[in-house]
């Protein structure tokens, strides 16, 4: 599974992007595509995850009231839609496929996009 990010950018503290992920390969595999985002010198952080079967979602609790993600199967392309952005949204975002199995989980990442929000 290939995962390649786009729609980063720099926006204005109260202001929307939208980001998007084209996955490829072996995309039937995939059962949940999610965002991640890295601040620079911390860790990864949990953004929102989607389930590619029956598109239950679930967010970080900042992102919850200001973000919408979607899963668009037949262009195997996930996106995320932001909305009343923050300074301390600024990160690099990244764009997760998790393989789920009985023994075993897989995931793959994408390059990332850097999201900047000036005040």
């Known amino acids: 599974v290939q995962l390649v990010e786009s729609g980063g950018g720099l926006v204005q503290a109260g202001g929307s992007l939208r980001l998007s992920c084209a996955a490829s390969?072996?995309?039937?595999?995939?059962?949940?595509m999610g965002w991640y985002r890295r601040v620079s010198g911390e860790q990864r952080e949990l953004v929102a995850t989607?389930?590619?079967?029956?598109?239950?979602?679930n967010y970080a609790d900042s992102m919850q009231s200001r973000s919408t993600i979607s899963w668009d199967n037949a262009k195997n392309t996930m996106y995320l839609q932001m909305n009343s952005l923050k300074p301390e949204d600024t990160a690099v975002y990244y764009c997760?496929?998790?393989?789920?199995?009985?023994?075993?989980?897989?995931?793959?990442w994408g390059q990332g996009t850097q999201v900047t929000v000036s005040a």
């Open positions: 997760n496929a998790r393989e789920l199995s009985e023994w075993s989980e897989t995931h793959y």
């Open positions: 390969g072996s995309t039937f595999s995939i059962n949940i």
């Open positions: 989607i389930y590619t079967s029956d598109g239950r979602t």
